[in-house]
Structures are given as C-alpha cells and as structure tokens.
C-alpha cells in the first residue's frame, strides 16, 4: 500500500520487493528474531504481532509494529497473508524516555534516600514506595495501615505527626516535619515527611500525599559540624595566641581569651563594631596597609610592627577568606629583644678565627649529641656545610685514628656535666686530617642539668706537624751526627791519599793523551785542505769531529776533580741540537757497521732550530 511505501521511504511506482528485499531493509541487530517470526507465523491461524527496527538508506532508523494473518485452504496449505504496518517510532521513543526518566527518579531516589507514599482517604489504604520501605526496613511492597505507620514513631514524635496527617486530611494544612521513626529492626532514624492533599473537582480532599526521606546522614553531618565547631572553639580559646575574625565589613564577628588580654579590651565590647571605630588609631599603620591588602588581594600576609598605644612589638599573620577576615597575633616584645641580642652574638661569633659548636647535653651515648649551631670558621675548616651538620652527631668528624681513649676521657667528663680540655684527631669532609684543640663547657639548665655543650676549637694541625717533625728531625741528627763523626773520621786519610794519586793521574793522562791527538788534529786538518773525493771528506771531517770529542772527553775526567772541589759548571749556549746529535751518530757509525747495527736519526720539525745548554756535555 502508499502507506507501506511511506514508512519504507520507497517509490510505489518502482519498488515492489520480495520478502527477502524487505528483509534486508531490516536492522542488522533485529534481522534473525524477525526471520524468526515470520518463519512461526506460517503455521499460526491466528493474527501475529511483532515489533522490530529498520535501517534504511541515508541512515535512517524507524521501529515499526507489524501485524500479519496467514489464511490456509481446506487441505491446511498456507496460500495467502494479509497484514498491516505500523510507524511506532514516536511511541517507542516517548516509551524509552519514561523508563529513562523513571531510571533517572528512582536513581535520585536512592541517592537522596526520598520515597513518597499516598492514602487513599475513602479507605483509607497507605501505599508507600520501595524506599519508604527500605527506610522503615520492611519488605518492599509492604503497605501499612495508618495505625501501623503512626507506630513506627517514638511517643515523643507520633502524636505530632498524627495531628499534622489530621490536619492536611481535614483542612487541607500541608506540613513539612522533621522527626525521628523507630525502623522495623530497632533502630532510630531521622526523616523528613512532607504531605499534601489532593482535592477532586468539587474540592472535596480525597487523598494525602507525599515524600519521606531518610536524614540520617544530614543529622550526622549537622552533630559532627556542632562537635567541630565545639572543639573549634574550646582549641581557639586555649591556643596562646591572640584569635578575631572580622567580617567582609570589617566588623568583629570573634575575639578569643588572650586577644582579649592582649587588646585590653572585653570581647563583649568588641563584637559587633568596626576594627576602625574600635582601634582609630590602627588608621594609616602597618596594621590598616596589611588588613586592606589580605581583605583586597585575597593572599595570606605575615608582618611585625610596633603599636604604640601599647608600647609593644607584635607579630601577626592574617589569613583571607569568603566571609573576612581570621587574624593570629602575638606579643613578641620580649622575644624581638632577645632574637636581636642573639643576631648581634651570632654575628660576633661567625666571625671568630677559632671553631665554634654548640650541641644537645644528649644523648653522650650513640647515636651522640646533636649538632645545634656552627660558625663560618667550622665551615671553612671542616668543609661541612651548616645544612649538612645541623641535627648530626659531631662524630662525623672522628675517623680511624681519632684516639678513642682521649674521646672516652672527654665523654667521661661530659657525662659527670664537667669542662673539659683536649687535644683531638678529626677528618674534614674530604677525609684530610687535621689536629684541634678544644675546649667544651656545659651551658644552660639553671637550676638543672645543662641543656647544651659549647666547644671552641682551633686548628693546631700545623703545630703538631711542626712538633712531629722536629722530634722526628731531632732523632735523626743525632743519629747522621754519630755516624758521620765515625765515617769522617775513617774517610779522611783515604781521601786525602785518593786525592794524591788522583792529581797524579789526571796530570799525567793529560799530559800522554793530549800530545798525540794535537797530532792527529793537526794532520786531520791538513788532511780536508787538500784534493779530496765528497765521501772522503765526509770521513775526515767526522773523525776531526770525534778527535775534538776525545779532548771533552778528557775535559770531562777532568771535571771530576772540579765537582769535588765544589768548582764545577755547566755551560750556557746557543747551540743546534741537530747538528750536535748527528755529529754524535756519525762519530759512532762507523763502529755501529762493523757490529751490523743501523743507527738513524729523526728530527722532530717542530724543534726549534737553537736551543741553549751545554753542547759539550750534551753530545
């Protein structure tokens, strides 16, 4: 039919499918139930009723109700169908969003703990939903009578309530209670119960309804704020602070016990009034700049000033909030005065030369006393840094060779609460060893035990090591100077005859030696002025050379003499280290082939071309 054709979007001119093509207009999710249906419906004499979806072209998706007879001939064979379909689309929707509303009202429900009830006042018959009877923790379903729900109620709250039921059922006075039911297992809730009546046409009322709900939770939340609120309190009027809070508009809204010591003023003459009709003369100070900016920029600020009117240092700290303003203080007079003087000792003693350490009387015991203050000159020593020390024990300073008997002696003094005077091994940072000597007072405790240990060191490493060595040097001189006087003794007649025979033969080598090679100089040099090939000039000139390093050979012997007698010198030149050396080699080469040894020289190009020293002695 045209109405076939509309639900399916399809053209009546054009498309006149089969079963299978209807079939395939069905949604995928669907397809196999509703192949399905139809496959029972041939064999059913009875109209058949089935929804399902399609999926059409574009994407379009419509749920459809189809209603579908089969008719039989005699024999009972199906020949012929006759149905109707059915655009259900806005109905199924309008369906899925009343469960998806009543889902969503019975999730709220649950959340809240709210349940509503009716009476039917020709009944009179009570209905109360599943949470109403969770509430009461009966059975879900269960429906009371007015009697039995007038008893849930302690005697204390049932007959308010009833009076209140009677009233909205007779006058039609709604009312909205807060109270207190005993559940059907014993235990005593609070609920709020709301009740309205409902009136027909005439007016006439005919029914009460309402909600319930459990307020267990809220009651709990509303005790625990009381008791917080309570404890709030009792805390803030034992801190030893000074406590008031000041509302957006600057009035006292609280002040606790000690700002009403502090202030001057009773809190009864206080709460109430502005900060500036109060105090006029916080107008313009420190204190007006601080509140304005805590009360403007919404940030925590923290200040001393000094306030006159009571001659007095104070310490504030001011925390921002919605409602205004939450104001600590205290009088810090006292302890400004006090923190000065210190700052002026600290500042004295950071810049002593000598150590200063200053420790816990306890425990002397291990883990040892902890470390409380140092100065610049512990730093500069040990090379500990304040932060690396500071609640440490001043063990970390001790090491292997630490004496520990003189460290028990000290420990032993401490613990009778003694000075003491030592003279102590410690490490430094990087393991360095160095020598103290200290003295350690007990400070602090009056009336009492001391509380604290003072030591003031100073570094005596150089002494000891001066000490060290010149026992060690003392030791050593008398033992040379023994043996010495002993050697001398011996050795002086063998050297005075070393030195005779000595002189002897040095002039006389130089005498024998001398002559001979002046002659071989001489016919040498005569040798290279006449007609020579290039080669054997090459061998004259080295062995020229080597009669010229005969005589500083003999030089050298000489000079043996000359270091004895304390007169030797090296000399000073310019000289070609390359030339120098391979005049030596070519000296040696000849004697180098005879033994089938190569010799080579290599000259670093980076040598400078002159250097100064000794060539003499060098080659």
Not at 377 to 399: C, K, M, N, W
Not at 428 to 441: A, L, N, Q, R, S
Request: include cysteine; charged fraction near 30%; proline fraction near 5%.
């Amino acid at each position: 039919s045209d109405g076939t054709h509309r639900i399916f979007e399809t053209d009546p001119q054009r498309f006149h499918p089969t079963h299978e093509g209807l079939l395939a207009l069905v949604h995928p999710d669907d397809r196999s139930a509703r192949a399905e249906a139809f496959a029972r419906s041939l064999t059913q004499r009875t109209t058949q009723v089935f929804e399902y979806r399609l999926r059409l072209p574009g994407g379009i998706e419509k749920d459809v109700e189809k209603r579908w007879q089969v008719y039989f001939d005699p024999q009972g064979k199906a020949i012929r169908a006759l149905g109707t379909i059915q655009d259900i689309t806005r109905r199924k929707r309008a369906e899925q969003k009343l469960l998806d509303n009543q889902a969503m009202l019975g999730l709220a429900g649950r959340l809240g703990r709210i349940g509503a009830w009716m009476v039917e006042l020709a009944g009179p018959t009570l209905v109360w939903s599943d949470e109403v009877c969770n509430i009461h923790e009966v059975p879900p379903g269960t429906s009371p009578s007015l009697a039995e729900a007038f008893a849930f109620y302690p005697p204390e709250w049932a007959d308010i309530c009833a009076r209140a039921f009677q009233a909205c059922a007779e006058q039609g006075l709604p009312y909205d209670l807060e109270l207190e039911i005993v559940t059907a297992k014993g235990r005593r809730v609070w609920v709020r119960t709301i009740g309205e009546a409902i009136r027909d046409e005439a007016g006439t009322i005919r029914r009460v309804q309402g909600a319930f709900q459990d307020l267990s939770e809220r009651k709990m939340a509303e005790e625990s704020t009381r008791r917080l609120a309570a404890r709030l309190t009792n805390t803030l009027e034992s801190i030893t602070d000074g406590f008031f809070t000041l509302d957006r508009d600057w009035h006292f809204t609280y002040v606790n016990g000690e700002a009403e010591n502090l202030l001057k003023r009773p809190r009864a003459e206080l709460i109430g009034r502005t900060l500036w009709e109060a105090f006029p003369l916080v107008l313009g100070t420190d204190f007006d700049r601080a509140y304005r900016r805590a009360m403007k920029d919404g940030v925590a600020v923290t200040f001393e000033a000094f306030y006159a009117p009571l001659d007095s240092w104070r310490r504030v700290n001011v925390f921002p909030s919605d409602e205004g303003l939450s104001i600590y203080f205290r009088d810090v007079t006292l302890a400004r005065a006090a923190r000065q003087q210190l700052e002026l000792l600290e500042a004295s003693v950071a810049q002593l030369n000598d150590i200063v350490l200053i420790t816990e009387a306890t425990p002397l015991d291990s883990p040892g006393p902890r470390i409380v203050f140092v100065n610049d000159a512990f730093e500069r020593t040990t090379g500990y840094g304040r932060d690396e020390v500071l609640g440490q024990s001043p063990r970390l300073l001790q090491g292997a060779l630490t004496d520990r008997v003189e460290l028990d002696r000290i420990r032993a003094a401490l613990k009778r609460f003694e000075p003491v005077h030592a003279e102590l091994l410690n490490y430094t940072k990087g393991g360095e060893p160095y020598w103290v000597e200290m003295d350690i007072v007990p400070v602090g405790g009056k009336g009492s035990d001391p509380t604290h240990f003072v030591a003031v060191e100073r570094d005596i490493t150089e002494r000891k090591r001066d000490h060290l060595a010149l026992r060690e040097l003392n030791s050593e001189l008398e033992t040379r100077v023994r043996s010495r006087t002993a050697e001398l003794s011996l050795a002086r007649d063998a050297a005075e005859h070393a030195n005779r025979a000595k002189s002897m033969f040095l002039a006389a080598m130089s005498h024998e030696i001398r002559t001979p090679m002046n002659g071989v100089i001489g016919m040498l040099d005569v040798l290279t002025q006449g007609p020579l090939q290039p080669d054997q000039r090459e061998t004259a000139t080295i062995a020229h050379e080597s009669a010229f390093m005969l005589l500083a050979l003999l030089d050298d012997v000489l000079d043996f003499s000359k270091i004895e007698a304390g007169q030797f010198r090296i000399d000073s030149e310019p000289m070609r280290i390359e030339a120098l050396v391979e005049g030596a080699c070519g000296a040696l080469a000849p004697v180098a082939r005879k033994s089938g040894v190569a010799i080579s020289v290599f000259t670093d190009p980076a040598l400078p071309s002159l250097l100064r020293g000794d060539p003499a002695r060098l080659r």
